[in-house]
């Protein structure tokens, strides 16, 4: 069996090459193999060198913008500290396990982490690092003259030519008008007339990226200095601008920035429809008239705070964002004592207003003087009607038939335990609904000016009225303004850069060298800057144009200068000037 592997072979080359040495042949010099050779070691400085055109590459500013768009997902997937601290919390409670390693990844601190503001701080230096060079060379540009006219302009992949009258001089002169008035930057040579526009393509490349760098900063200024505040503040009531129901704050703020404004809501001014049947309930009216004093020692004033139109206290908004019922609702323990006495904001749960709300009173007693915690806990209907299903709901956003229907608990409330609370709930886990004499739990069904006395010597409960609330979000963020001015820039940029076409025109003007005849040979070429469908018609354009400002009629039957088929020179395109 014959060999075949590679020992073999090299047997076989061996003994023909010293056949041929001994035949007198010279055998082929046999090339030496050459090692692969390492790339030398970088310096330092040319390491830094290397990272910064890395850096500064477009193809790394388009992949941080989308690593950054990734990096924002998880502030969207958990809840964050500054907005919303009692989901952080209640977060903790229902995965605690998972919550201690969300938190050493800073998932609840996203927008300020150290990953988060690395990503966005290699972003901006990689856009102004990558924009700033080509602003320099685009300013430089604009300056320089258009580029020489090529030798054979019938290279060119548009070009046109036709024979004038007009001797060369007047032609040039001729043609320097009018792509001049076509708003092209003209030069005038030897022979010929160099014509470009379409620079500010460019220019909005440049500044929708000046833009985004613009924005970026925008919004860095508003993650880190801009708060939030929210309160609700009932018709006769008073906030100040250091006390919020909820507050969050960049990373710059705190409630310590807010400007020590006093408002005080006079009255609230809502309607609803209540005439059109398609639209009946839809709110016509929706304004908060207030008093509001800038700061202490200022002077106050009137000022109707209205949907898109907020207050302002310097550069803080402060605006109406909802509304609701606060039924007056009275409390008097076994002894007689008055223990809760005041409108109670009942928060809307549908568009009719059905609202629900409780009243906690930690400091009652019984009629033998034993201390007891009460709550009424109810639904405020401001007009009242049952469904299909016997349930009362309402009907009608406006309190046309205002009816209060409430339970009452006893027990422990757990406001002696330390733990903050949401006033609007009640957690009845450690309490007891009062039952009657029947054995049936109490409910209670009011009306304005009704009052129902509780049983076991606990006390009654009177509903005298009802008042109105109102909820104002008191906010500041300062890059806003910015931020959409340079979203209209970036998108003015935009367009120029896409619809904004870049043309090179070049008209040469040669003096006929037929014998006897007289006139002058003219030729116009055009260039554009990739695919441009109307290079054509702007070359016709020039060429019908200039006929016309020399007066020369146009000739019957003239066809563009286009090369024969068969064996010619291809076109080439002219030597473009990179920007």
């Known amino acids: 069996m014959p060999r075949t592997d590679e020992t073999h072979l090299d ?65 969207s997937t958990f809840p964050q500290q500054n907005n919303n601290p009692t989901a952080v919390a209640q977060w903790e409670v229902d995965h605690p396990t ?70 060369p001089e007047e032609v040039l002169d001729a043609a320097r008008t009018v792509l001049a008035k076509r708003h092209f930057r003209v030069d005038r040579r030897e022979g010929s007339v160099a014509a470009e526009k379409g620079h500010h393509r460019e220019s909005g490349n440049l500044l929708f990226h000046l833009s985004l760098v613009g924005l970026l900063l925008s919004v860095a200024s508003s993650s880190l200095f801009s708060y939030s505040g929210q309160r609700l503040v009932t018709v006769g009531g008073t906030m100040v601008g250091t006390t919020f129901d ?28 209540a005439q059109q049947t398609s639209q009946i ?10 008093t509001l004093t800038d700061e202490p020692g200022a002077t106050a004033k009137k000022e109707t705070i209205k949907v898109n139109h907020p207050a302002k206290v310097g550069q803080t908004q402060i605006s109406l964002s909802g509304n609701g019922y606060a039924p007056v609702i009275v409390v008097r323990d076994g002894k007689g004592d008055v223990v809760a006495d005041g409108p109670t904001p009942f928060l809307p749960q549908t568009a009719n207003y059905d609202s629900t709300g409780v009243v906690k009173v930690p400091d009652a007693v019984d009629a033998n003087g034993a201390p007891v915690q009460l709550a009424v806990q109810g639904v405020f209907l401001p007009t009242a009607t049952t469904d299909a299903a ?97 979203a209209l820039l970036a998108t003015l940029g935009l367009i120029l850069s896409l619809f904004l ?29 990739g695919n441009d469908a109307g290079l054509a018609e702007e070359v016709d354009g020039v060429l019908a144009r200039l006929r016309e400002v020399l007066g020369e009629p146009e000739p019957p039957g003239e066809s563009p200068a286009d090369p024969p088929v068969g064996d010619h020179e291809p076109s080439v395109h002219a030597p473009e000037e990179t920007p």
Not at 11 to 38: F, I, S
Not at 281 to 290: I, L, Y
Not at 440 to 462: D, F, H, I, K
Request: aromatic share 8%; charged share 20%; glycine share 10%.
């Open 11 to 75: 047997d076989l080359r061996d003994a023909y090459r010293d056949n041929d040495t001994a035949e007198g042949v010279t055998p082929p010099r046999r090339r030496k193999r050459r090692e692969p050779q390492l790339a030398a070691e970088l310096k330092p400085l040319e390491f830094l060198r290397y990272c910064w055109r890395q850096l500064t590459s477009m193809r790394t500013a388009l992949f941080l913008l989308m690593l950054l768009a990734v990096a924002a997902v998880p502030g």
């Open 98 to 167: 998972a919550y201690p390693w969300v938190e050493r990844l800073q998932g609840f601190h996203v927008y300020s982490s150290v990953w988060f503001s690395a990503v966005y701080l290699l972003l901006f230096i990689s856009l102004v690092g990558c924009v700033l060079p080509r602003a320099g060379v685009h300013l430089r540009a604009l300056r320089s003259r258009p580029p020489r006219t090529p030798s054979r302009l019938e290279r060119l992949p548009e070009h046109r030519g036709s024979t004038v009258g007009s001797t």
């Open 246 to 273: 909820s507050f969050s704050g960049g990373v710059g703020t705190s409630e310590d920035d807010v400007p020590p404004f006093t408002l005080s809501l006079d009255s609230m001014d809502v309607s609803f429809e």
């Open 281 to 290: 309930g839809e709110p016509r009216t929706f304004a908060a008239n207030v």
């Open 390 to 486: 016997g349930t009362p709901v309402s009907k009608f956003p406006d309190t046309v038939n205002p009816v209060l229907i409430a339970k009452v608990w006893t027990g422990d409330l757990g406001i002696d335990s330390g733990v903050a609370q949401n006033v609007y709930t009640l957690d009845t886990s450690a309490m007891t609904q009062v039952v009657g004499d029947d054995g049936q739990a109490v409910a209670l069904q009011m009306r304005p000016g009704t009052t129902v006395q509780l049983p076991n010597g606990l006390g009654s409960v009177e509903f005298q009225g009802i008042e109105r609330f109102a909820s104002l979000d008191v906010r500041s963020t300062p890059g806003q303004s910015a931020a959409l001015v340079f």
């Open 501 to 529: 076409p870049r043309r090179r025109v070049w008209v040469k003007a040669v003096r006929s060298g037929e014998s006897g005849a007289a006139g002058t040979v003219v030729t116009v070429g055009g260039l554009a800057r």
